[in-house]
Structures are given as structure tokens and as C-alpha cells.
């Protein structure tokens, strides 16, 4: 794809920041779709005021006691639907959420300053999530998204959500084409690479993923005005990544801890998916559920949220069987039954019989007994 009518920085050689002693600068990956499109006019500059558009120094030249209209960047519908999005699909998570509305507030200051022609370059907005599985993360980025694309960030505001076995190949010249062609289908949009300190072994001198952090790091600096990479993992791990890589930790201007939800957020977040399957928990079957949590956050490899979801699914599996069985007998169901999640749809699981679970989704309720 060309780059017609678009000028690409020139590349930083990684060896100045200390990773590879590699001399030769990483060639950008190939533009994706819609990249002709003038750079200025996706972070706003090309909204400034024709009145001050040729001002040499708008800084001193316009007046400090001149009012901008704030009224229509604050109150941008579509910033708000996706901000009132992430409140509706996120329990609890407040700290995440106000950082996510401060780095809102930015961009929305920023597009007010260029109505004024007053240049800046583009805010780094790289990240990094850290927090055990199903906390959010990958929800998060997804609205990130959405909030880039409304503020006129990126072009798209899609998420790309990808692994080391998408980025880094299994033989020589393998790794560089995998890397440019997700890099390729993101530009415009997010960057989400769930477990990024799998995709560079330090241990390991033969390891292809120095190739991928090699084109990362070129991207993150020279493609930062139209792709947002957010790194995701658990905490220790990411910290040990960003030693392993010098110029990495660097380019990552957000970091966002993903704290475990407590029991009460727990339940909240069920009935909040109970209800968008158009379901409803009797009372009874609500308080079951909640003591199948308290048992199964004692447990091996619970994942939050996506612990209650897997749950939900495997109580939704045996009402189905209750009611295809009490039909089978004759019995006539209604749309209560057909609705309602009892008790014994989740005391059935063997979470209560004192096992230690061993497994999330796809393979029922898996357990192994716990034996002195």
C-alpha cells in the first residue's frame, strides 16, 4: 500500500536505545487501508480556526481572555456513549476508569487547543494493563478505542487482539512478515497483546520474538499518531519484560492495575450478565451462587469475571437439562421456567463437593476431590 501524501518520520535506530546494537533501521511496516489520509486531519489540526490558521505564534498572538466554545468537544455524544459504556459494562474498577476518563479529558483539551492552532505534538498513548485474568482488560481496551476514534486519534478505533503465536514465526524470516501484517490489520485502531512478556525469551538466543520487539518499538515511536499498543499480563511478569528490553518501558506512557474483584462485585457483575441473556436468578439460586463463589475463589486458577461467566454458562447448561427432561414427562413449562435459573441449576456443580476445580470452560465442571 502506498504512502502517497504521507510523510513517515525517520526510523529510530534501536541501537541508541540500548536494545540490539542493531544498526540498521527497522523499515515501517506497509501502510494499511485509508492511510493516505493527511495525518494532521486525524489528530484535529486541520480543525483549526481559519481565523488563526496563519498565525505565526498564536501562543502570544491571540489573546488570553479569548472564550473557546467547549460546549460541543465536552459534550461529544460519541465520547459519551463509549464512556457510558465502559461504566455499564465494567463493575466496580473506579481507579481504571477514572484514568481512562483523564486520558479523555486530554485528548478533548487537546482538540480545543488545536481550534486555536496551538501545535503539540500527539500525546504517547501506549500501555501497559497489568491484573489476573478477567478483570477487564481486554473490555477496557476495546472502549479505548472507541474513545481514540471519537476524538479523531485514530481512524478506525478497532481492537486487534493478539498473542505471541500471531507476532513471532517458528523459522528464520518467518517473524518480520507475521509482525508487519498485524501491525498492518491495527493500524487505525488498538493493539492488544495479551501476555506480551511470552512474545521476547531472554533466556533463549535463538528466540524469533527479538525480531517482533525490534519492529514494536520502531512502530510504537514513528506510528504512535495512528496506533495505540497496549501490552497486557500479569504484573511481575510485564516488570521483568520492560528490564529484559531496554526502550520499551519508555514508549508505554499508561500503566493500569486491574485489580481482582471482591465478592460483592462478583455478584453484580452475574446478575448483570444473568439479565443480558434475559435471564433472572430466583432468590434462592442467588444466594447458591454466591456461596458457589465464595467456594470456587478459593480455588485453582479462578479468573474473576470470567470465572462467573463460565459458571453462569454451566448453570444455564443444566436448567436446559431440567427443563428438556421435565418436558420429556409430560410436564408443560412457561416462559417462567424458561427464564429462571433456580438453586439446583448451581449447587450441582461439584464446587460443592469439596473438589479443587482444574479447569474454565468448554469442559463442564470439571473437578478433582481434595484429599488429605
Not at 498565525?55 to 488570553?64: F, K, Q, S, V
Not at 468537544?73 to 455499564?88: C, H, I, K, S, T
Not at 487547543?113 to 489476573?132: I, K, S, V, Y
Not at 480455588?299 to 470470567?306: I, L, M, S, T
Amino acid at each position: 500500500m502506498s504512502d502517497v501524501g504521507r510523510e513517515v518520520p525517520p526510523a529510530v535506530a534501536t541501537k541508541g536505545l540500548g536494545w540490539s546494537g542493531r544498526e540498521t533501521p527497522v523499515e515501517p511496516p506497509p501502510a494499511g487501508p485509508g492511510m493516505r489520509e493527511d495525518v494532521s486531519r486525524r489528530f484535529g489540526r486541520a480543525e483549526a480556526d481559519p481565523r488563526f490558521r496563519d498565525l505565526a505564534d498564536p501562543l502570544r498572538e491571540i489573546p488570553d481572555d479569548l472564550e473557546v466554545d467547549a460546549g460541543a468537544a465536552v459534550g461529544d455524544p460519541r465520547v459519551e456513549e463509549a464512556l457510558e459504556a465502559l461504566d455499564r459494562d465494567l463493575v466496580a474498577l473506579r481507579e481504571v476508569k477514572g484514568r481512562i476518563r483523564e486520558i479523555a479529558s486530554l485528548l478533548v483539551v487537546d482538540r480545543l487547543r488545536r481550534g486555536l492552532n496551538l501545535e503539540a505534538d500527539p500525546p504517547t498513548l501506549h500501555m501497559c494493563f497489568t491484573g489476573n485474568p478477567g478483570t477487564g482488560k481486554t473490555t477496557v481496551a476495546r472502549r479505548m478505542g472507541e474513545i481514540l476514534y471519537a476524538l479523531g486519534y485514530v481512524r478506525k478505533g478497532h481492537l486487534v487482539a493478539v498473542s505471541r503465536d500471531d507476532l513471532v514465526g517458528q523459522y528464520v524470516g518467518h517473524t518480520a512478515p507475521k509482525t508487519r501484517e498485524v501491525i498492518r490489520r491495527a493500524m487505525g485502531g488498538v493493539l492488544f497483546i495479551d501476555e506480551a512478556y511470552h512474545i521476547y525469551r531472554v533466556d533463549n538466543e535463538r528466540d524469533y520474538g527479538q525480531e517482533t520487539v525490534e519492529i514494536l518499538l520502531e512502530v510504537m515511536e514513528n506510528q504512535r499518531s495512528d496506533l495505540v499498543v497496549i501490552m497486557a499480563g500479569y504484573e511481575e511478569q510485564m516488570d521483568r519484560f520492560f528490564s529484559d528490553v531496554p526502550g520499551l518501558s519508555s514508549r508505554i506512557a499508561h500503566h493500569i492495575d486491574f485489580p481482582d474483584y471482591r465478592l460483592e462485585e462478583l455478584m453484580d457483575i452475574a446478575r448483570l450478565m444473568v439479565e443480558r441473556e434475559r435471564y433472572r436468578f430466583s432468590a434462592e439460586a442467588e444466594r447458591a451462587f454466591e456461596e458457589y463463589l465464595r467456594e470456587r475463589m478459593r480455588q485453582p486458577r479462578f479468573a474473576n469475571g470470567r470465572s462467573v461467566r463460565n459458571a453462569i454458562d454451566r448453570a444455564r447448561m443444566r436448567q436446559a437439562v431440567r427443563l428438556y427432561d421435565a418436558a420429556r414427562r409430560g410436564r408443560r413449562l412457561t416462559k417462567r421456567d424458561l427464564v429462571t435459573i433456580e438453586a439446583e441449576d448451581i449447587l450441582a456443580s461439584r464446587v460443592f463437593e469439596g473438589g479443587a476445580y482444574h479447569g474454565e470452560g468448554g469442559r463442564g465442571d470439571r473437578a478433582v476431590a481434595a484429599r488429605a
